[in-house]
């Protein structure tokens, strides 16, 4: 068995798959910014973005180092910029070339590069956040979700965090929609909570400053909202390696 093959057959997968987006201009139809649906994803991802943020003492992205893993054409690393990060300790890499050069066109003034992830052209310590937007529910196999997890872990300081948002579920070029995708198994030595994540905020949000009844009723009207079908998830990476710390 060759594992390297293996994997390098599973990531042309992944690049076919992108492709076919291409193909099929999904991003100027299904995640066409002004429609309905993505408008509130991306609305969700910062509100919760922020708020994990914020609750660890974070007021913004200032003079933070981040990578954006799977960065695709770089709509989130332009985004940090808006929460005061500084386009030279910003980095983005995909395994999408075409992508890759969408985001240099569009977002000159950030280091975006061609990179799998299985190594990472950084040195150890390097980042004081990860994130990842939807990326690892498109890999199919665990071993290789698990090797790329091992490399951005390499490239995360002590004490840095590591920002998770995903489908619950395997995507369908990955597996198909029957298979779950637990966030916490890829960093099990790293501290953290995962969220349950619905496309818009539950009603309990809504009505939890609503004096005496309010609780009450949010907790009901949540009973009959849509299920939540992303996990979105925060994990801070322990100074000590868990040999050490056990």
Known sequence: MNPEADFEKELNGIRDAYR????????????????????A???????????VLRERG??????????????G??????????????????DGIDLDAPAVEEAKMLSPNIRVQLATGITLPYPDGAFDLITQFVVFS???????????????DRVLRPGGFFFWWD???????AGGHDLPLTPAIHFPHYGGT???IGERPPPSE?????????????????????????????????????????
């Open 206 to 246: 809504s009505l939890r400053h609503v004096r005496f009844l309010g609780p009450l009723m949010g907790f009901l009207a949540d009973r009959f909202a849509c299920h939540p079908s992303h996990h979105a998830a925060l994990f801070e990476k322990p100074f000590l390696p868990p040999h050490a710390s056990s």
């Open 138 to 152: 498109s890999i199919p196999s665990e071993a290789l979700r698990l090797r790329i997890a091992a490399e951005l």
């Open 73 to 90: 054409r770089g709509r989130h690393l332009r985004q940090f910029l808006d929460w005061d990060a500084a386009p030279d300790l910003l």
């Open 194 to 196: 995962v969220l349950n």
């Open 58 to 71: 974070w007021s913004s992205l200032a003079g933070r180092k981040v990578l954006d893993f799977g960065c």
């Open 20 to 39: 076919g987006f291409r193909a099929k201009k999904l991003h100027q139809s299904l995640w066409a910014p002004f429609g309905s649906s993505e408008a």
């Open 41 to 51: 994803w991306r609305a969700r991802q910062a509100e919760v973005f922020i708020t």
């Open 167 to 173: 489908m619950d579920h395997m995507a369908a070029l």
